[in-house]
């Protein structure tokens, strides 16, 4: 049981962790609010957070059934998208979305990864 445990440990990311780009995140949220971008398309952008900051999750299809406000996730296989500048964290069909058991922490509501705008810059070598 205890190697279980480490083994779900291993890869696991804390919110301020997350850099752009990232893929196979493993990490536990909490959700703060959630608002419905297109109902037809079924599409949602999530306020989630967890002890170290928060950042904008985009929720799509099956996946906006499951967030609720308050409501703690297990995101494995996640990944961190690119939209205009700023960094989303997403989960595709290769990762899973779970519903946890409550958070014991307090989201830290100051440090908001999303507002962070990333420029990209070529390099000629």
Do not use: H, W, Y
Not at 74 to 93: H, I, N, Q, Y
Not at 99 to 119: C, Q, R, W, Y
Request: hydrophobic fraction near 40%; glycine fraction near 6%.
């Amino acid at each position: 049981m205890a190697e279980q445990k480490q083994k779900q440990q291993v890869g696991s990311k804390k919110v301020n962790e997350l850099r752009p780009l990232d893929n196979g995140i493993n990490i536990t949220v909490k959700v703060i609010s959630k608002k419905t971008i297109a109902q037809r398309n079924r599409l949602a952008e999530c306020l989630v957070g967890d002890d170290t900051g928060i950042i904008i999750f985009t929720a799509r299809n099956d996946q906006v059934d499951l967030i609720r406000e308050d409501s703690t996730l297990v995101l494995t296989k996640a990944k961190v998208d690119m939209f205009k500048g700023s960094m989303r964290l997403a989960v595709d069909r290769f990762g899973r979305i779970e519903v946890g058991t409550p958070a014991s922490f307090s989201v830290e509501k100051d440090i908001n990864m999303s507002l962070i705008e990333f420029e990209r810059v070529d390099v000629v070598v």
